[in-house]
């Protein structure tokens, strides 16, 4: 008896086994869909702009993760169009198949790399909003004279270093009638001549020079400021102008013709400022920064046998997208542009490398010119396959409100955006000797 319960019991075991493991299976499966149908993915943010966070902690220029431009063209689109017949010029593979609608794209081929403005376009602007019609029809346009020149501005001076080249050239972005504002920075943050790094004193040689289009008439009424400028100029021969319209679409006409001249007058200068005459720098601590990515560059070219210095940093912003706004400074339409942005570092400040800039100058004539130059530069560097490094120490959307008058605020600041003359000649008083009260 005994043992016939016990076989009926290892029976019903037997038999109760796949039932249970079937139960087991329906209960997971119901959990799974259950799972899937409340869960969300996590939400991308998009930004036009954006407060800059990054996963690069490298100093370095890092290597993009997505591509940026598609390999087909936009056709409602002139940007795209013109990029496009530019790609395919720069590519054999896609340059030999020349089929489809890619052909209707062939007449814009060697629009984005003209240099005279004398010769016409050949594209249609007639669907581009008005306030950029002007951008849209010169925009092929890559060469202008050189109204006010510095021939010798990098040519060596003797500094408490020895004989030497400057190790930064502050390049900054300024307009005609902008005096205040490039006098507080002559009397600050960038002043020319040696300066003492804040950490050590080891620092480095500084230039300064101001980059100037031709004074905007268009809009409005405003005095002749030709004498006085050149009166400037003589004084403190720091001004470099070009004979174009200085407007806020050409801003990116700066860049490149700036490092036209950066490899023509100054190819040895090691870095490079670029930044907006609105802002404040803490140049000391930005040497300090500079001399410690040197040396680090320098114990890798002798263990790696590195030869460029691929350093780019700013206030990165990622997922950026065309403000689609008629009335916002940064419009652009979609008719002139479809698509996002690439990886840029704007807000008025950048760091680069000299040995980048003459990479950027060549790659350069690869992207057809665009009228934010902070995205223009992100562009750039998307075509040498590299993206911006972040750095907190750019605050381009400032300080918050409570610590702007709190001296400490600033030590691990390396530039600030959006100040007015008076505030950055306070400012500079205020940050004397920051490292030993903080």
């Known amino acids: 008896m005994g043992k016939c319960c016990k076989c009926n019991g290892r029976l019903l075991c037997l038999c109760l086994l796949p039932c249970m493991m079937t139960g087991h299976l329906l209960i997971y499966i119901m959990v799974t869909i259950f799972v899937t149908i409340s869960y969300a993915p996590p939400k991308i943010t998009i930004h036009y702009v954006a407060p800059g966070i990054s996963a690069n902690s490298s100093a370095l220029a890092s290597h993009p993760l ?11 689109a002139l940007w795209n169009q013109l990029q496009h017949s530019l790609d395919r010029r720069y590519n054999p593979i896609l340059r030999g198949n020349v089929t489809g609608k890619a052909k209707l794209s062939n007449q814009f081929r060697d629009e984005c790399v003209s240099h005279k403005c004398s010769e016409p376009h050949r594209y249609d602007v007639n669907n581009i909003p008005e306030q950029m019609k002007a ?17 010798a501005m990098c040519k060596r001076n003797r500094t408490k270093s020895g004989l030497g080249y400057p190790m930064l050239l502050m390049a900054i972005k300024s307009q005609v009638g902008n005096f205040e ?22 620092g480095g040689f500084v230039r300064t020079v101001f980059l100037l289009g031709r004074q905007d008439s268009s809009l409005g009424p405003h005095p002749d400021l030709k004498n006085f400028l050149d009166l400037e100029s003589q004084k403190y021969r720091d001004i470099l102008q070009w004979d174009f319209r200085d407007s806020f679409f050409n801003l990116t006409l700066k860049d490149l013709l700036f490092w036209q001249w950066l490899q023509q007058y100054c ?50 912003i990622n997922n950026a997208v065309p403000n689609r706004d008629p009335s916002a400074k940064y419009y652009i ?22 040995s980048l800039a003459s990479r950027l100058t060549e790659v350069s004539s690869r992207v057809c010119l665009f009228p934010i130059d902070d995205v ?42 959006r100040r007015s003359p008076k505030e950055m000649l306070s400012l500079w008083h205020k940050l004397h000797n920051l490292h030993s009260k903080c």
């Open 181 to 202: 504002n490039r006098q507080a920075i002559r009397e600050t943050w960038g002043r020319s001549g040696f300066v003492t790094g804040e950490s050590n004193k080891k």
């Open 267 to 316: 190819p040895t200068a090691v870095f490079v400022f670029k930044g907006d005459d609105d802002v404040f720098v803490r140049t000391g601590a930005l040497l300090d920064y500079l001399n410690k990515q040197l040396e680090e560059h320098k114990r890798r070219r002798a263990v790696k046998n590195e030869t460029h210095m691929d350093l780019f940093v700013g206030d990165v």
């Open 66 to 76: 997505n591509p940026f431009w598609k390999l087909h063209p936009e056709h409602s």
């Open 376 to 417: 223009y530069l992100g562009m750039c560097l998307e075509r040498l396959g590299l993206s911006p490094s972040h750095h907190q120490g750019f605050l381009t959307f400032d300080l918050p409100e409570t610590d702007r008058e709190n001296p400490c605020a600033y030590k691990s600041v390396l530039l600030v955006h």
């Open 135 to 151: 951008f849209a029809r010169s925009m092929h346009c890559r060469s202008y004279p050189i109204l006010i020149n510095q021939p």
């Open 333 to 354: 339409p979609e008719s002139f542009y479809k698509g996002a942005y690439p990886t840029y570092a704007g807000g008025g400040g950048v760091v680069y490398s000299r």
